[in-house]
Nanobody, 125 residues
C-alpha cells in the first residue's frame, strides 16, 4: 500500500499561514484519494480535506472551507495542504491519509487504508 510522510507542522500566529506536505510513495499515486484528518485534545477526529483519485475533485469540511486548499504536485508524489487565516481551533495533529480510487462525500476514517504518523500544528500567540 501507499506510504505517507507528513511534514510542515509548526507553531504559527493566529491569522498566519502554514503549508503541510504529504510525501506519497507508490505507483500511480494520482489514482489515490489523499486526505487530511486532524485530531486535537478534547475534539473528535475530523476529516478536513481530500483530493479525489482520478478527477482530483476536492472536499473541504465546513470548518476549513475558504481557508484551506489541497493540491497535488510532482505528479502526485506530493500533496499539499495550504492553510491560511489560521485560528487557534485549527491546532491539532494533522494526518495524511490515502485510499485507492475515488471518494465521494464526507470522508470517514474507514475509507482510508493508509495513514501517516502526523505532524503537529499549533496556532497560538
Amino acid at each position: 500500500q501507499v506510504q505517507l510522510v507528513e511534514s510542515g507542522g509548526d507553531l504559527v500566529q493566529p491569522g498566519g499561514s502554514l503549508r503541510l506536505s504529504c510525501a506519497v510513495s507508490g505507483f500511480r499515486t494520482n489514482s489515490y484519494t489523499i486526505g487530511w484528518f486532524r485530531q486535537a485534545p478534547g475534539k473528535e477526529r475530523e476529516g478536513v480535506s481530500y483530493i479525489s483519485g482520478g478527477s482530483s475533485r476536492t472536499y473541504y469540511s465546513d470548518s476549513v472551507k475558504g481557508r484551506f486548499t489541497i493540491s497535488r504536485a510532482n505528479a502526485g508524489i506530493t500533496v499539499y495542504l495550504q492553510m491560511n487565516s489560521l485560528k487557534p481551533e485549527d491546532s491539532a495533529t494533522y494526518y495524511c491519509t490515502a485510499r485507492s480510487g475515488a471518494l465521494f462525500g464526507r470522508p470517514t476514517e474507514a475509507a482510508f487504508s493508509s495513514w501517516g504518523r502526523g505532524t503537529q500544528v499549533t496556532v497560538s500567540s
